[in-house]
């Protein structure tokens, strides 16, 4: 063979792989709404920036007949890209070959992208579209999970994961999303669950949607294990688009600056968002966009826990992490749920050189005996060790109440935030004025003519001695009270002081969070 | 100002509810799972419950038979695994309400005790 017919034979092979599993299961693919997973590649990176890795690697079934079958690629298409010229590592599983199922070579492709990521240190997109296992592989389909596994617990903290589901994603599969930084599901598209409803059906005669057991909704509302709802593909990777321009590429490096831009003032008007009276709601993330670059602001978890926020932003360029009580949903209480939503929020940034900025607003913890045996309190101190082991700049805005945990919790000075400003409307005491009042004034409440009169002055009296941010900061637990307009000027000025911040924890293998 | 005039606005239509949280109302919304979580309902050892769905593969007890703690009540098998179900109390069976060979859900009452 010439050079020639060498080239036309190269291209022949080419062609016969990156048809996948063919027209039909194509076909297939299409009619229930799904992109195929080249043009899902195809439709997250840069134009043209795609380069494939391991297209002609063959699968190593050699049971049940499988070495008699030709699965183009082994039912996963990986490479390298750029995403608005941000290198990154992409795989996506091919629901059209073999259906998606996970064998020994596909495994292999997926463990070396990874290694790759690790190695060039940048973040790695993996599209999940699979059936599960492939059973004819046996021992070596798990094998292949565990391999995955492994890396991406190593590879945490040190390049982004983020995990697409794009299909099903079932049974010990959905451990290696559970392990990376984010996780986009897609609305009808995605399904996620250990047991699936037929196991479900035949063991426990329990009847359930695909749907409504691990449906994309069921992640994003209910237990929080997506990060990012989206209801069409279009839309999911316009999301991880955004998200991309917020991160690092890695742990090393600090997220890549952007020009300056003022927030949006006329739309976004700080003294106007915030009720005097601390028991009325408002939503906090008018606060967000009025402080920050364009009043630009990516939510993460929005329909989860909505009693916190949290998400990324630019302030004066650079990417911060927002962490805000949200008095608008469950009177913006920390609670179980929104505890391990902060938490995991605060060490993601920590782990990416991203400041922190806490704007607080709290009643304290939710009562309740469900919360109570939820575990709240193995819970809830996971915000106060995400804090307190988190070295980045730690910045924390008290605009009204901060009350008892609550205050500690929300990155107070004792849990070595580096800046603390609290508005005139601040009120850090050690329990609202009401209950305050009931405690202290128990004695005098009980011996009044009148205990109802008497509770109300004393609950007024409390209320004007403490229910204010002066006591605090006093002590110098506040660093600064400022006038709520000031508070950019305060962010901006905190982050230009400490970008060279350092902070030495004690040596250690690892901490033991409460998980 | 348009995020915040929602807010107005569904105060006016009554969206927001009132949680109290150490002796103070805050106006705010309930998420779905905060209004759907069960109420607590202390446990009653006279009423013997599947700890897990299953099926259940033999009954040693019948009604009005004396039972010590202890005492094996019935089989339960469940993810390929037989549980024995002992009695946690002293008592007579007062009810059976499964067959053997009954598939039952997680919860539910097997056997109630006197």
Redesign the interface.
């Known amino acids: 063979m010439g050079l020639k017919q060498k080239t036309a034979d190269l291209k022949k092979r080419m062609r016969e792989a990156v048809k996948g599993g063919g027209s039909k299961a194509i076909e297939k693919q299409k009619a229930i709404g799904k992109k195929t997973a080249r043009e899902r590649i195809l439709s997250i990176l840069d134009p043209k920036s795609f380069h494939e890795y391991d297209l002609f690697v063959e699968h190593a079934g050699r049971d049940f007949d499988m070495d008699k079958k030709y699965l183009p690629g082994d039912g996963v298409i990986t490479g390298t890209g750029t995403i608005s010229g941000y290198p990154v590592c992409i795989y996506a599983q091919d629901f059209t070959v073999a259906g998606g199922s996970l064998g020994w070579a596909h495994a292999k492709k997926i463990i070396k992208i990874m290694d790759h990521a690790m190695k060039l240190k940048i973040p790695i997109i993996g599209i999940n579209d699979s059936g599960g296992a492939r059973i004819q592989e046996g021992v070596n389909a798990l094998a292949g999970y565990g391999e995955i596994f492994y890396r991406n617990t190593q590879a945490s903290g040190v390049i982004p994961q983020i995990s697409v589901i794009l299909g099903p994603c079932a049974g010990g599969a959905v451990y290696s999303p559970a392990l990376t930084d984010f996780v986009f599901v897609v609305e009808n598209v995605s399904k996620m669950f250990i047991t699936g409803p037929e196991v479900i059906k035949t063991v426990l005669g329990e009847d359930i949607s695909m749907e409504e057991l691990g449906g994309a909704r069921v992640h994003a509302e209910i237990t929080g294990n997506a990060h990012f709802f989206a209801e069409s593909e279009e839309e999911c990777f316009d999301q991880i688009k955004h998200l991309i321009s917020f991160i690092p590429w890695n742990n090393d490096k600090k997220a890549e600056p952007f020009p300056k831009k003022p927030p949006k003032a006329r739309k976004y008007n700080i003294d106007e968002v915030i009720p005097a009276d601390p028991r009325q709601p408002y939503d906090v993330r008018d606060i967000i966009k009025s402080l920050c670059d364009d009043s630009e602001f990516l939510e993460i978890q929005e329909l989860f826990a909505a009693n916190i926020i949290i998400g990324f932003a630019r302030m004066a360029g650079q990417t911060v992490g927002f962490v805000a009580n949200q008095p608008l949903v469950l009177a913006g209480v920390l609670d179980v749920d929104s505890s391990d939503k902060a938490a995991r929020f605060i060490r993601y940034c920590d782990s990416f050189n991203i400041p922190l900025v806490t704007l607080v607003d709290l009643p304290g913890y939710l009562p309740g005996i469900e919360q109570e045996h939820a575990g709240v309190i193995r819970h809830g101190a996971k915000v106060l060790y995400a804090y307190s082991e988190a070295t980045v700049p730690k910045i924390t805005v008290i605009m009204r109440k901060a009350y008892g945990g609550g205050y500690i919790a929300m990155c107070s000075t004792h849990l070595r935030a580096d800046f603390v400003c609290a508005w005139p409307t601040a009120e850090i005491a050690v329990m609202g004025p009401e209950g305050a009042a009931n405690i202290i004034f128990r004695n005098e409440i009980k011996a009044a003519e009148n205990p109802d009169e008497m509770r109300k002055q004393k609950i007024k009296e409390y209320k004007s001695k403490f229910a204010n941010p002066y006591v605090a900061a006093a002590y110098g637990f506040v660093d600064a009270v400022i006038e709520a307009k000031e508070t950019r000027n305060f962010i901006v000025h905190a982050l230009d002081v400490s970008s060279l911040k350092v902070e030495v924890a004690p040596k250690k293998k690892h901490g033991i969070p409460p998980f | 100002?348009?995020?915040?005039n929602?807010?107005q606005q569904d105060?006016k239509k009554g969206q927001?509810k009132s949680?109290?949280?150490?002796?103070?109302?805050?106006?705010?919304?309930?998420?779905?799972?905060?209004q759907d979580?069960?109420p607590?309902t202390p446990k009653d050892f006279k009423k013997i419950t599947a700890f897990i769905?299953?099926t259940i593969t033999k009954i040693f007890v019948t009604p009005k038979k004396k039972v010590k703690a202890g005492d094996k009540l019935l089989n339960l098998e469940?993810?390929k695994m037989e549980n024995i179900i002992l009695s946690p109390v002293d008592g007579t069976i007062k009810l059976i309400s499964v067959k053997e060979g009954e598939?039952v859900?997680?919860e539910m009452v097997l056997i109630e005790l006197l």
């Open positions: 100002m348009a995020e915040t929602n807010v105060l927001f949680l109290l949280v150490e002796n103070i109302k805050y106006r705010t919304i309930l998420t779905k799972k905060y979580k069960k607590y769905p299953g469940a993810m598939k859900t997680k």
